[in-house]
């Protein structure tokens, strides 16, 4: 997993890959060395592929799975 943090004292974004047990709430920031930070959530996306999961394209009518 990559954990997000954003330093509040420089405003360094920095990122850490770790294992969901191991994350610590100390991280210390790599620029200024503060320990005032904290986790940024980030939301997550999702891209669909495959058939059924297709984008309407003008001119693709015969190849959509919609087709009746």
């Known amino acids: ?3 997000s943090f954003v330093c509040d004292d420089c405003g360094k974004y ?3 890959s770790s294992q ?3 994350i ?3 991280e210390t920031c790599p620029d200024c060395r ?3 930070v904290h986790r ?3 939301s997550t ?3 669909y592929k495959g058939k059924g ?3 309407k394209v003008k001119g693709d009518e015969e190849n959509s799975p919609w087709k009746s």
Request: net charge positive; charged share 20%.
């Open 1 to 3: 997993m990559i954990y």
């Open 14 to 16: 920095f990122e850490i």
């Open 20 to 22: 969901p047990f191991m």
């Open 24 to 26: 610590r709430n100390n």
């Open 34 to 36: 503060s320990k005032n």
């Open 40 to 42: 940024k959530y980030n």
């Open 45 to 47: 996306s999702i891209h």
């Open 53 to 55: 999961f297709t984008k």
